[in-house]
């Protein structure tokens, strides 16, 4: 098996694993309802709870997008790929998450599956997106999307600083290309970018409006 058929049976293997639909069948399933159609029409944990209004299931779903991930992961190394194969498995199930061919291309935002990801190979990854999610959703705005686009914008800046030493001491996996982990790190975040574009406008929109409705009142 040559390493380029490798690499393209990585990224089959993982869009076919990120486009597992699974807050679409769970909702489906409990509610007889298509999520796509309803709340934000996100395919994810976030809109699943919205929908719902029930944690347990918003939950569940953040955990299975979780495993796709990890699955990603653990299963191209399993089939003897290198870490450029597990790199092409780890984009392509967020590429499949967020646009599933099977949903007609709708799809989640990817941070659940991209948390996996992370959790598989260096959590210190994760860990950085945390601290800044946080710095924007309380500094900034009280709003998850501002956090999540602050962790995915402080993400991408720190990696770029991280000394190579500290990033190979959190490596889950053997033989890692620092350059190469930092390339699929920034190509993950530039997907999450532009999936969270939609709902930051929205926010604008909703700013606009309600400046609009205090200049009227006064």
């Not at 061919?101 to 991209?114: C, E, P």
Request: hydrophobic fraction near 50%; include cysteine; glycine fraction near 10%.
């Amino acid at each position: 098996m040559t390493i380029d058929l490798l690499s393209f049976l990585c990224a089959v293997l993982g869009y076919g694993l990120g486009a597992i639909p699974t807050a679409w069948l769970i909702v489906r399933s409990t509610h007889s309802v298509d999520i796509r159609n309803e709340g934000t029409g996100n395919v994810g944990a976030m809109n699943s709870y919205d929908v719902t209004g029930k944690k347990r299931i918003g939950i569940l779903i953040a955990i299975l997008d979780a495993l796709k991930g990890v699955a990603a992961v653990l299963i191209a190394r399993a089939i003897g790929a290198d870490f450029f194969g597990v790199a092409v498995a780890a984009i392509f199930a967020v590429i499949g998450h967020c646009y599933n061919v099977f949903l007609k291309f709708h799809g989640g935002r990817g941070l659940a599956t991209s948390a996996g990801i992370a959790l598989a190979i260096n959590p210190l990854v994760l860990i950085l997106w945390v601290l800044m999610y946080l710095t924007g959703y309380y500094v900034i705005r009280r709003d998850v999307h501002v956090g999540s686009m602050s962790g995915i914008l402080g993400v991408s800046i720190l990696l770029y600083t991280t000394p190579s030493l500290l990033l190979q001491k959190m490596m889950q996996l053997p033989g890692v290309d620092i350059t190469q982990f930092k390339a699929m790190v920034w190509l993950i975040s530039a997907i999450l970018f532009v999936r969270h574009l939609e709902p930051i406008r929205d926010l604008f929109r909703r700013m606009q409006t309600e400046n609009n409705d205090s200049d009227d009142a006064n």
